[in-house]
């Protein structure tokens, strides 16, 4: 469970999903978040006795500013599932507190230790960094595209300066530092030298984190609506947390669609609405954690759309890498579109979005966010809640929001005086061998 991807280079996964009765469901319904938390994750984890479990989660969850954890919030015609209440002020908080506080138990237990190497575009990163520093056992590496994340999610990652944190600053795109991982974990002898673990959203345990707050939230709207199904709309970038949804919806959550919205980069909606899956190159946007054309999650996905079977999604993504489209028959696209509906929003509706929704609710979404409720008013089907996943405080995102609406949002108190701190950052080209040796160097043994 701590290793992040599978030593022929492919991504873990449970043997099954299991799915959940409407009992089941029901006696959900009205338990606090941690609690939900124990109940979704004990369907998974098995080898963590009880007590200890909901030491972890009740441990992780307090980290968040809003009593209710991720507390859905009811704006205009639809709902929104504020995600930004842990201590980087974006979703990736909800997986990455928890999984540092799994991580560390776990490495304790056997008197083990763990270097993690991961890549962000932003958001990743700082959480990721929150989620282990001073930790035992662990030490991090965290690549990020050099000058492609804001200012903000910069000094949130390079102010951290616990031993155990190591900030290397790419000159690249995401791509090419996720890249990198990528073909460090598939050096296996590397890996095993250096028990390599990832914190990127290509872990499991992340995706189960997130599994958690699909059900929170359904149920907090079925509570006020007596609805019977929900649609969640979902800013994407890397397809984590979508498949969390995926994941929520085949366990048996009524999930009627998951809205898959994209910035300019849309090789995903582009695959939902057309069956097109051909990478192009990636563009900087108002939305950077959502700059990302090839989707390791969607991987993922695939397996349980070629019907769990492993040979063809490597036989798949072979035909990808070398002619650029990725074979899906007629009949698995129309599977993939009864799941999921898709919109691309670019910039110019990004910031239309921010605005209006700003003048007629009173209510600051931060780019992602906006993306999201965008997506979602386009192609809702409308005959059920639509609950849009806020993935960052706007504050993150401050210059967008500012051209957007002429203000800037308030800076949480955790932000302020950020600027002024001590910063501890590698600069370094996109280069695996230099990656590799300056690991070598600073690596836990
Ligand atoms: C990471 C991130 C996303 C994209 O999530 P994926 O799991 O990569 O699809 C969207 N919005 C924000 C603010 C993020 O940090």
């Known amino acids: 469970m701590s290793k ?19 009992a089941e469901l029901k006696a959900m319904a009205d338990l606090p978040y941690a609690q939900l938390a124990f109940k979704v994750l004990s369907y998974y984890i098995d080898d963590i006795p009880a007590a200890d479990l909901k ?79 001073g930790k035992k056992g662990i030490n991090i590496f965290i690549l990020h595209p050099k000058g492609k994340v804001s200012p903000i999610q910069e000094m949130q990652m390079t102010t951290v300066t616990d031993a155990n944190v190591f900030n290397i600053a790419i ?32 872990n499991w345990a992340r995706v189960m984190a997130q599994v958690v707050y699909y059900f929170y939230a359904f149920f907090q709207v079925q509570k006020q609506t007596g609805c019977r199904e929900v649609e969640f709309s979902v800013p994407t970038g890397n397809f984590g947390d979508i498949f969390a949804g ?57 397996f349980y759309l070629y019907d769990q079977d492993a040979e063809r999604v490597c036989k798949a993504l072979e035909t990808f890498t070398r002619d650029g489209v990725l074979p899906v028959s007629a009949q698995e696209l129309s599977q993939a579109q009864q799941i999921f509906s898709a919109a691309t929003i670019n910039d110019t509706e990004t910031l239309a979005t921010i605005g209006e929704f700003a003048r007629t609710t009173d209510y600051i979404l931060d780019p992602h966010t906006a993306i999201g409720v965008q997506a979602g008013k386009q192609v809702r089907s409308g005959d059920c809640p639509l609950i849009c996943l806020a993935t960052a405080h706007p504050a993150k995102f401050g210059d967008a929001v500012h051209q957007a609406c002429d203000k800037y949002p308030e800076l949480p108190p955790a932000f302020q005086g950020i600027d002024k701190r001590d910063k501890r950052l590698k600069t370094m080209p996109a280069d695996i061998s230099a990656i590799k040796s300056y690991v070598d160097q600073h690596a836990l043994s």
């Open 171 to 202: 000159e690249g795109t995401f791509d090419d530092a996720q890249a990198i991982v990528k073909e460090i974990f598939g050096d296996l002898d590397y890996k095993q030298k250096h028990a390599l673990g990832a914190v990127n959203s290509i």
């Open 55 to 133: 030491g972890l989660i009740e441990r992780s969850y307090a980290s968040f500013e809003h009593p209710e954890v991720t507390p859905v919030i009811a704006k205009d015609d639809l709902f929104i599932l504020e995600l930004f209440h842990g201590p980087t002020l974006a979703f990736k908080d909800v997986a990455l507190q928890l999984l540092g506080n799994l991580f560390e138990y776990l490495l304790e237990k056997t008197d083990a230790h763990m270097n993690i190497i991961g890549a962000t575009s932003g958001d990743t990163g700082s959480a990721a960094i929150y989620g282990v520093r």
């Open 4 to 22: 992040g991807l599978a030593d022929d280079g492919g991504l873990l996964l449970p043997e099954s999903i299991p799915v959940l009765s409407s």
């Open 246 to 302: 995926y994941i929520a919806k085949e366990m048996g959550l009524p999930i009627k669609k998951l809205i898959l919205a994209t910035n300019g980069n849309n090789i995903l909606s582009r695959f939902v609405n057309d069956g097109d899956y051909s990478a192009a190159k990636v563009n900087h946007s108002l939305s950077p954690s959502m700059d990302i054309q090839v989707a390791s999650n969607f991987e993922r996905y695939l």
